[in-house]
C-alpha cells in the first residue's frame, strides 16, 4: 500500500466516524428536544464538524503521527484491530 492509499483510507475513515457520531447524537437530541431541529441544521452543523476537525488534523499533523504508528507494522489494519481490543479490554 502506498503512502497515498494509506492516508485516503485514514481520511475516509475517520470521515465516516465523525458523521455517524453527529448522526446519532442528532437522533438522541431530536427524541428529547423541545425544539424542533431541521435537516439543514443537521447538514450545517456536521459539515462544520468534518470541515474542523480535518483542519485540526492537519494542522497538528495527527494524520501524519497514525500513519508512522501503522509503517512500523506489517499489516495496519490489524495494528488499528490490535489497539482497539487492547483499549477496551482494559
Not at 49 to 67: A, D, E, T
Amino acid at each position: 500500500m502506498t503512502y497515498a492509499q494509506r492516508l485516503s483510507i485514514i481520511v475516509a475513515l475517520d470521515s465516516y466516524l465523525i458523521l455517524v457520531a453527529v448522526f446519532f447524537g442528532f437522533q438522541f437530541v431530536q427524541e428529547a428536544a423541545l425544539t424542533v431541529y431541521t435537516f439543514e441544521m443537521l447538514v450545517i452543523s456536521s459539515l462544520s464538524l468534518l470541515i474542523g476537525h480535518h483542519l485540526f488534523s492537519y494542522i497538528f499533523h495527527v494524520y501524519k503521527q497514525i500513519l508512522s504508528g501503522c509503517q512500523l507494522a506489517k499489516n495496519p489494519c490489524q495494528l488499528v484491530i490490535k489497539d482497539c481490543r487492547k483499549s477496551v479490554i482494559q
